[in-house]
């Protein structure tokens, strides 16, 4: 059942990460396979598919299982992503920007 819902979700998955590939970074993890990349992750997945929005210094976010369609994974991305963007902004990459500005001068 379990390996059901992973291979439904996985063709979802391929494409929202395919569209959205200039947005962020996207990886995968086989439970199976991977078993001790799991403990690698910041939370402990008990349910699988498990999909994570991880960025350094913010808190994790976990798409919730209701609707794992690429429309859903897409919206999911765009109500928390910009949270994250914006708060980058303030520090570390209006920083480089200003640097990369001054060099291309």
Do not use: C
Not at 53 to 77: C, F, N, Q, T
């Amino acid at each position: 059942e379990v390996q059901d819902a992973s291979r439904r979700a996985a063709a979802h998955w391929e494409q929202f990460a395919a569209d959205m590939k200039k947005v962020a970074r996207f990886g995968r993890i086989d439970a199976n396979l991977d078993s001790d990349a799991l403990g690698l992750l910041p939370i402990s997945v008990r349910l699988h598919p498990t999909i994570l929005m991880v960025a350094r210094g913010h808190p994790v976010e976990i798409l919730p299982l209701g609707d794992l369609s690429v429309g859903g994974m897409k919206k999911w991305l765009n109500k928390n992503y910009p949270v994250v963007a914006e708060s980058l902004w303030d520090g570390g990459v209006a920083s480089w920007l200003e640097r990369w500005k001054g060099k291309a001068r």
